[in-house]
């Protein structure tokens, strides 16, 4: 079955960087377009980045803009984010989410926490 | 930036119907999405392209799309479907994914 599991979790302090994996299994990696999605403490879902099965074509919020960027290793089938100066308003659980036609997310992973605190 | 407004809460006795409702502007035109976000756990997808579901979600879910609003409907309420719903679209004019702001079911 389908299976995606987020690493990289944690605490670290406001204007450094922190890089989040995504273990994906159960299915043709390099055939999907993957996102990350994130989720602030008692707040609703945000969407974060997505990414083209190839790695073509990557979009992100205006919230992180120019401060994450979203990659993939498709012989290991493993998304990355790469968040630099981060801010407390990046505490949040962040999940990795496959995408399929239409736009919709079928599948998540559980999420890793981040907690921006000095 | 596209905006999608949904109720904070709808509260419904077991075996009755909720209705979950999503507005944007022309949603009509848009393929929308739901998902059920239980406590503690990760969204599951209940809706995609307006009314389809994907396998192992009951038919007691369902959902239209017209005009400027989306509806999820949830008929013979259970306990088990206390959760929190979210719509959400893909903007074809900025490329972004949006999620409406949430509405927590509240079986009574």
């Known amino acids: 079955q389908v299976r995606l599991v987020e690493s990289g979790g944690g605490v670290v302090q406001p204007g450094r960087s922190l890089r989040l994996s995504c273990a994906a299994s159960?299915?043709?990696?390099?055939?999907?377009?993957l996102h990350w999605v994130r989720q602030a403490p008692g707040k609703g879902l945000e969407w974060v980045a997505v990414?083209?099965?190839?790695?073509?074509?990557?979009y992100y919020a205006d919230s992180v803009k120019g401060r994450f960027t979203i990659s993939r290793d498709n012989s290991k089938n493993t998304l990355y984010l790469q968040m630099n100066s981060l801010t407390a308003e990046d505490t949040a659980v962040y999940f990795c989410?496959?995408?399929?036609?239409?736009?919709?997310?079928?599948?998540w992973g559980q999420g890793t926490l981040i907690t921006v605190s000095s | 930036s596209y905006v999608l407004t949904q109720p904070p809460s709808v509260s419904v006795a077991p075996g009755e119907t909720a209705k979950i409702t999503c507005g944007g502007n022309n949603i009509g035109s848009k393929s929308v999405h739901w998902y059920q976000q239980r406590p503690g756990q990760a969204p599951v997808l209940v809706i995609y392209y307006d009314t389809d579901r994907p396998s192992g979600i009951p038919e007691r879910f369902s959902g239209s799309n017209s005009g400027n609003t989306a509806t999820l409907t949830i008929s013979r309420v259970e306990a088990g479907d206390e959760a929190d719903y979210y719509c959400?679209?893909?903007?074809?004019?900025?490329?972004?994914?949006?999620f409406g702001t949430g509405t927590k079911v509240t079986v009574l």
């Open positions: 159960g299915f043709t990696f390099s055939s999907y377009t």
């Open positions: 989410a496959r995408g399929i036609s239409g736009g919709s997310f079928d599948n």
């Open positions: 959400q679209v893909w903007d074809s004019n900025s490329d972004h994914y949006v």
């Open positions: 990414l083209s099965f190839d790695g073509s074509h990557k």
